[in-house]
Structure formats: C-alpha cells, structure tokens
C-alpha cells in the first residue's frame, strides 16, 4: 500500500513539473537581456539573473487596454 502511495505522489509531482514549463519565443538577444513573448505578452528577462519584468506595451495589452477604456466611457455616459 505503501508502494502505491509513492508512484502515485511521484506521478503527480512529475504532472506539476510538466505542467509548469515555459513554453515562450525569444524575439531579441544581447547579452545583458533578452525579449520573450509569453502567452502573447512581452517581457524583458535579463540574462544570467533569470528576472522578468513586463513591458506593457505588448499588443495583446494594448488592445485589452483600449477595450477597458471603450467599456469605461460607455459606462460614464450612461450616467
């Protein structure tokens, strides 16, 4: 029963691990940093250190941006 208990701990920590990779596309490199695109977002990750940081002005954002303005001022008029 023991055993049992051990492969199935050892697969569930096997399925986290898979499940948190990374899948991105590097769009820039030098050797201080470099740019990702990760779930169509852009960050700047500077290397060796392994820190991201959001750019923002990403299209994806932008446009999510841009809408939650249009819902705002739709919003402000009805008032």
Known sequence: MKAIKNIILLALTALVMVGCMEKYEE??????????????????VLNGVGVKAHK????FC????QKELE???????EK
């Open 27 to 44: 769009i820039r490199i030098t050797s201080d940093y470099s740019i990702r695109v990760i779930d169509s977002c852009e960050y700047i």
């Open 56 to 59: 923002g002005n990403c299209r």
């Open 62 to 65: 932008k446009e999510r941006r």
């Open 71 to 77: 819902e705002l001022i739709i919003k402000l008029k």
